[in-house]
């Protein structure tokens, strides 16, 4: 073999080894071989940063009654805590910049802007134009109006809010939250959300009449009948007023639910619910588009949308003593009345009207 | 005549192989480009429904603890579910752990079997049959599933068009050796990009027979399981999709399995799927372009997913058939320009399209140094290719001489309570 076959040769075979030099690299001395990380621990809570929170305070200053002063600890980083026995009290110019273990209630004066988290054994009345990072209280939260919360918001009682509020990222209790007109949200947790400040009421409904089957309001020519009794219907579907109806439906279009209608079953829609007023579907509303309850007109489960959601007066998603999710993945407005049992999650805008 | 079916042939196969590389690309791409569409990762009920979960175990005793253990600690109300270990004439320990859990636990109901046909389907029917359940999730005995899991994969089934949910697989053990560094890609592909964009796109993401689940009276209306089908999750995933249902997969139900360690044990896991896969192929292709209330793309994309195992047969014959042409001095594509480029072209993209779809999931996970193994791949792909072929040829002739084609285990190679490997 001359030296140019040669020459050739060692060409063609560095070409061939070229790509996989970094991978015998990588293969016999790894830097990347880990399985991907799964929390093997991981549960849903809504209240999780609150928990974790508060077992922090308790980690690094010992369980309450604590001392009162001020501590330099290390949390995720260097920190102040600043401890008090009693009830405190934050005027406008003498917020500290430590964060706040208060064994009390706690009262911040309108205008006041606390810079770090705080943590309150006892209840919490926050007033007007005040701007939180993150606040828990083991007692009630009552806020003002236009108060601002940076990341999250939790309560062992209730949530109060006075209007135009915004809840940061998440807002939890674990009784009730009471939202105001124009306070603005993206999670809400609470066995009872209820909008508008009005107390909550049972949702009444006219009873739709005769049970009819679905069938006889679907398009026979573009809907069939699924294996386990559900009814496919291929294109829009108007369910006339006053009708009860018994079965689970799944449109390929777009639903619109006339007043005073009962569906006994789940619903899901390719396009927009339309749920009139004072109908009620007793399972779950899944749709892909925009889905809008019409007044004190009720979902007894869940409502889950790829878009936006408004729940028009007195409105209710979800029943007593059952966690439900309403989740709208664009953006949600609840109009006054509107309650919500379990918890309300947008990745857009939540608002109250 | 003979070179005429050749090219013919040369011609189908360059389509097809170029559909499917249009495929990758657009599943690639939407991952890479596109929000995820949004799934029920955020939905919380306190009264989830009543589940069965069902492990089929065959000589399992290296991993059924560690399975019992993960589901007996998960965050499922108690009184909602049921765990039945179906041990399929184990001769090892398999069974008496089992029962030591049973013993333990009123939730753990195992079920032993000692004859009937053997495999994965056959047990599930035999586990099923005791099931009080709404919703059967089924996990293979070397998963381990999160504390948190079932709830993540029970959530879609609130949607009455969800008939089955599928979560996404994550070896355990990937940094063993180079088979399960490129098994490790070949999911993180399959998962991440693949089972993810076919969801995004509205199309047919496929129940995969372990890490999901589905609705009892789904399962019961199409049928239920044939024991004869070695794929039954794949014949699932196309009797619900065509009785009305739909699949959907759940990125975030995320469970480590255990991948193959040997080459001899990856051969015969690719030789079940490939004959399963086919068997689904020739019973459900017709009714993918028939059935009511399907849009066309989930045709396209149903049609693909069936045929995907008849690539490799597809692409061995067409190589066999260019090399015939060549010799007969009928392949002169270099005498057109153009034809050369575009078969440098497709070289360079199309049959490079499913490497682009594992890098873009090595980078949705956020890894980066592990795509240095991607062109060690070749041998993955190339080993496919010949066993895919060869099984194929095997059960045509089992179907011919009327053989029962067998279900075949895939080895364990667990020794002790796994832990993810550290991060170096």
Not at chain 2, 340 to 369: K, M, P
Request: with cysteine.
């Amino acid at each position: 073999m001359s030296i140019r076959e040669l020459a050739l040769f060692g060409l063609v075979a560095a070409g061939f080894l070229l790509p996989l030099l970094w991978g015998l690299r990588e293969l016999y001395f790894p830097r990347d071989q880990a399985a991907l990380d799964i929390d093997a621990t991981y549960t849903k809570d809504d209240r999780f940063f609150a928990r974790s929170f508060r077992k922090r305070i308790e980690s690094v200053c010992g369980v309450a009654p604590r001392a009162e002063g001020l501590r330099e600890v290390k949390l995720m980083r260097p920190e102040q805590i600043f401890t008090t026995r009693s009830n405190h009290e934050v005027t406008r110019g003498n917020e500290p910049n430590a964060i706040l273990d208060v064994q009390g209630d706690l009262r911040l004066y309108d205008g006041v802007k606390l810079g770090r988290e705080a943590s309150v054994l006892g209840a919490a009345v926050i007033g007007s134009d005040v701007s939180v990072v993150a606040l828990t209280a083991t007692g009630d939260i009552r806020l003002g109006e236009r108060v601002r919360v940076e990341r999250w918001l939790d309560s062992d009682g209730t949530i109060e809010t006075a209007a135009s509020c915004d809840l940061g990222s998440r807002a939890t209790a674990s009784r009730r939250i009471t939202v105001a007109t124009g306070t603005v949200f993206q999670i809400m947790a609470a066995p009872l959300i209820v909008a508008g400040g009005t107390p909550a009421i049972a949702v009444r409904h006219e009873s739709g009449g005769e049970l009819t089957p679905l069938l006889n309001f679907v398009p026979r020519r573009r809907s069939w009948i699924r294996g386990d009794g559900a009814v496919i219907c291929e294109g829009d579907f108007e369910l006339p007023e006053g009708t009860t109806v018994e079965g689970d439906l799944v449109v390929r279009g777009s639903v619109k639910i006339g007043g005073n209608c009962r569906v006994h079953g789940s619903l899901h829609a390719d396009g927009n619910v339309l749920l009139g007023a004072r109908s009620r579907v007793t399972g779950s509303v899944i749709c892909v588009w925009d889905v809008r309850l019409g007044e004190e007109s009720a979902v007894g489960e869940h409502l889950v949308t790829e878009a936006r959601a408004r729940l028009e007066d007195r409105a209710s998603v979800g029943s007593y003593g059952r966690v439900t999710t309403l989740l709208a993945a664009e953006g949600v407005e609840i109009a006054p009345g509107a309650t919500i049992h379990g918890r309300i999650v947008t990745m857009g805008h939540g608002r109250v009207l | 005549m003979l070179i005429l079916i050749g090219k013919a042939y040369l011609v189908l196969a360059t389509a097809v192989l170029v559909a499917y590389t249009i495929r990758h690309y657009i599943f690639a791409l939407n991952r890479l480009f596109v929000r995820s569409r949004g799934g029920f990762q955020d939905l919380q009920d306190s009264q989830p429904p009543r589940v069965s979960v069902l492990i089929p175990m065959h000589n399992e005793e290296k991993v059924a603890r560690n399975i019992l253990d993960a589901l007996l600690t998960c965050d499922y109300p108690p009184d909602r579910i049921e765990i039945i270990p179906i041990d399929d004439r184990s001769t090892d320990g398999t069974y008496e752990i089992v029962s030591e859990y049973a013993a333990r636990d009123r939730r753990v109901r195992p079920l032993r079997r000692t004859e009937g046909i053997g495999g994965k389907p056959a047990a599930l029917i035999d586990g099923i049959a005791l099931t009080t359940g709404d919703i059967l999730l089924v996990f293979d005995a070397d998963y381990i599933p999160a504390r948190g899991l079932l709830r993540e994969i029970v959530a879609p089934f609130i949607d009455p068009e969800v008939g089955a949910v599928m979560g996404r697989v994550v070896p355990l053990n990937c940094g063993r050796n180079l088979l399960t560094r490129l098994l490790d890609l070949e999911r993180s592909a399959g998962y991440q990009v693949d089972q993810q964009a076919r969801h995004n796109l509205r199309l047919v993401p496929q129940y995969g027979g372990t890490v999901g689940g589905f609705r009892r009276s789904a399962f019961d209306a199409v049928g239920g399981f044939d024991p004869h089908v070695l794929a039954e999750d794949t014949d699932l995933t196309f009797r619900l999709t065509l009785g009305g249902w739909k699949v959907v997969y759940s990125n975030r139900c995320e469970c480590y399995e255990e991948v193959p360690e040997r080459w001899t044990t990856r051969v015969r896991q690719i030789r079940r799927w490939a004959i399963g896969h086919t068997q689904c192929f020739f019973r459900h292709i017709g009714r993918v372009f028939r059935a009511p209330g399907l849009r066309f793309w989930e045709r396209i994309d149903g049609a693909m997913l069936l045929g995907i195992y008849m690539i490799a047969p597809l692409l061995l014959l067409a190589l066999l058939d260019s090399l015939f042409l060549f010799l007969l001095g009928e392949m002169n594509l270099t005498s057109s320009f153009l034809v050369l480029v575009a078969v440098l072209t497709y070289n360079t993209v199309g049959n490079f399209a499913s490497f682009f779809e594992i890098g873009t999931a090595v980078l949705l996970d956020g890894h980066r140094q592990r795509i240095h193994l991607l062109p060690f791949n070749i041998l993955n792909f190339a080993l496919s290719i010949v066993v895919v072929t060869a099984a194929l040829i095997g059960h045509a002739r089992n179907v011919i001489t009327k053989r029962t084609t067998v279900w075949q285990k895939t080895e364990r190679y667990r020794q002790a309570t796994p832990q993810p490997e550290a991060k170096k």
